[in-house]
T-cell receptor
Framework: GDSVTQMEGPVTLSEEAFLTINCTYT??????LFWYVQYPGEGLQLLLK?????DKGSNKGFEATYRKETTSFHLEKGSVQVSDSAVYFC????????????FGTGTSLTVIP | EAQVTQNPRYLITVTGKKLTVTCSQN?????MSWYRQDPGLGLRQIYY???????DKGDVPEGYKVSRKEKRNFPLILESPSPNQTSLYFC?????????????FGDGTRLSIL
């Protein structure tokens, strides 16, 4: 079945450091891929998405490229800020599995000044 | 304001006492879904609904029921709660059930079953 494997945390970075959070997936069909962010005490918010191979999603300085050949969707940001501290979830949705969504386990990021 | 509203936000109850967590969205979305979030396991889908009167099981449906009588509401029912259902629950909705549609999440309901 479909699944998402996400880099385990927690991750601690200094402000202005480069961020990479790895995400790989297994899917039977043609999935869309998402990154969501969860701030403390809140629900998940969409950060970015990509709906087909080679698409690049981007938002608020974050980027991720849908790589079908490596089944990956790694999240990157060139210079993190304290306000980026949150939990990040990689997710996929696959029409081939009946409209279900699959989430990774989440990666906690703490950015220190 | 476009939103998904869950109630209650927090609930402590006892084993076997039926409870309902309500979920309502004001965006005229067709697709709605329930998840539970547990440490180390991420979010797992419990049930989802493509539209009114259409519901399907997700990965972890045991011990839960749902109904979709109106487009805007998708309550989660625990007929006989047990301690292993202690978790953080999220309701979400999206415009359609197409895979390229992102979901909008509520703020969560923290359930503790004693």
């Amino acid at each position: 079945g479909d699944s998402v494997t996400q880099m385990e945390g927690p991750v601690t970075l200094s402000e202005e450091a480069f961020l990479t959070i790895n995400c790989t997936y297994t899917a039977t069909g043609y999935p869309s891929l998402f990154w969501y962010v969860q701030y403390p005490g809140e629900g998940l918010q969409l950060l970015l998405k990509a709906t087909k191979a080679d698409d690049k999603g981007s938002n608020k300085g974050f980027e991720a490229t849908y790589r079908k050949e490596t089944t990956s969707f790694h999240l990157e940001k060139g210079s993190v800020q304290v306000s980026d501290s949150a939990v990040y979830f990689c997710a996929l949705s696959d029409m081939g599995t009946g409209n279900q969504f699959y989430f990774g386990t989440g990666t906690s990021l703490t950015v220190i000044p | 304001e476009a939103q998904v509203t869950q109630n209650p936000r927090y609930l402590i109850t006892v084993t076997g006492k039926k409870l309902t967590v309500t979920c309502s969205q004001n965006m005229n979305h067709e697709y709605m879904s329930w998840y539970r979030q547990d440490p180390g396991l991420g979010l797992r889908q419990i049930y989802y609904s493509m539209n009114v009167e259409v519901t399907d099981k997700g990965d972890v449906p045991e011990g839960y029921k749902v109904s979709r009588k109106e487009k805007r509401n998708f309550p989660l029912i625990l007929e006989s709660p047990s301690p292993n259902q202690t978790s953080l629950y999220f309701c979400a909705s999206s415009l359609t059930g197409q895979s390229n549609q992102p979901q909008h999440f509520g703020d969560g309901t923290r359930l503790s079953i004693l």
